[in-house]
């Protein structure tokens, strides 16, 4: 009570000052819990996006192995690069069976894959393109590269619906006509209505594709169905509008069908080759970070590794946050570094004042006393 009470009498004695470092009091107190509120609003949208996001996992060549087995273990730009050991070291592709045989492992919740290949149009098929010059170079002129044995369209074989992840999740939805059965063999394609409208296409029409290798090597599609995709626009910037296969090619220009009917194209036709991907659905991180350990205990080598496409776009996505949770914790530093600096200053100059008073002459203070 005695020490409330010389509290009390003590901030009564300096009104002035007591009043301002109880507003800088109030000030770092709320600038503190605006900064705290938005570090934690940024934890807590990274975490709800990380929890709604389904993981999806691939397994690909180890490059940044590859090329450090290429230098020899020496650091970067130093001695010789040794291309052959690269490209050992990058292995090939893992087979179907290979693919299959990691999909049993316990934290794979399912499995599908896709088969892609580049390929020509043949006969009176054009390639949707927005330019007037339909050359290489022009493709080359807008940021892409030209290379050999890209083709004008990529034409993709889906083992299953759920492959068929643009379809899925919306981006993808038919205009006309219907989906190819699962897992049909026969010679069935859909098409974009942007290619449709294009090359004056129909549901029931055939288009003849050929390959980048060969123009006498050609392959009959029917068209069964023609869809929209919402995002075309927004891919093709982003591929560079014009081109073959990879980034190269604009998102009109992709021909789905059923894997079972591209692997048929390319075993028939040698000069179309095949690209294979497979895909695991494992669902949440934990999940994710199980199946690396339990590929690499199933038998999976050192020259490949365990990648995720959905992981890497949440992490590009939620980089914002990041930055905003750290401006917060920077604001939040130098908030209080102000305060106690302005606190300590003020505390500094009460003191001086006090210890003058104390010093003062008895008949200064007398005389002050009788004015």
Do not use: W
Request: net charge negative; hydrophobic share 35%.
């Amino acid at each position: 009570m005695l020490t409330l009470k010389y509290a009390l009498r003590n901030v009564s004695r300096s009104k002035g000052r007591s009043i301002l470092i109880g507003i800088i009091i109030v000030i770092i107190a709320f600038s503190v819990c605006i900064g705290l509120c938005i570090r934690q609003s940024a934890a807590d949208a990274k975490e709800a996006a990380l929890s709604e996001l389904t993981i999806t996992a691939q397994i690909s060549p180890d490059r940044q192995a590859a090329m450090e087995k290429g230098r020899g273990g020496q650091p970067p730009g130093e001695g010789t690069f040794d291309k052959d050991a690269m490209r050992d070291a990058m292995g090939t592709a893992l087979t179907l069976e290979e693919l299959q045989k990691y999909a049993a492992a316990d934290s794979v919740q399912n499995f599908y894959y896709t088969l892609s290949a580049s390929v020509n149009g043949s006969g009176s098929l054009e390639a949707y393109s927005t330019s007037s010059d339909d050359s290489d170079d022009a493709a080359a002129s807008k940021g892409g590269m030209a290379r050999p044995d890209s083709g004008d369209f990529t034409i993709t074989g889906y083992s299953s619906d759920d492959a068929m992840t643009d379809f899925v999740d919306g981006t993808c939805t038919m205009e006309d006509g219907s989906v190819f059965e699962e897992g049909t063999s026969e010679a069935v394609c859909i098409i974009s209505n942007e290619l449709a409208e294009y090359n004056n296409l129909k549901v029931g029409d055939s288009i003849k594709i050929a390959s980048t290798e060969d123009e006498d090597d050609t392959y009959k599609l029917k068209i069964v169905g023609i869809y929209a995709n919402s995002q075309a626009s927004t891919q093709a910037e982003h591929m560079g509008g014009r081109g073959g296969f990879g980034g190269f090619s604009d998102p009109a220009n992709n021909i789905y069908t059923s894997y079972n009917a591209l692997l048929a194209i390319t075993e028939k036709h040698d000069t179309i080759t095949g690209r294979l991907n497979g895909t695991y659905v494992v669902g949440d991180l934990a999940s994710y970070e199980s199946f690396g350990k339990e590929v690499k205990e199933m038998g999976l080598s050192d020259e490949y590794t365990v990648s995720s496409s959905d992981l890497t776009m949440y992490e590009q996505s939620a980089r914002p946050l990041e930055n905003l949770a750290k401006f917060a914790g920077y604001f939040l530093i130098v908030i209080l570094l102000i305060g106690a600096i302005i606190l300590i200053v003020l505390n500094i100059f009460a003191n001086a004042i006090h210890l003058g008073n104390i010093h003062r002459p008895l008949k200064q203070q007398k005389s002050m006393h009788t004015y």
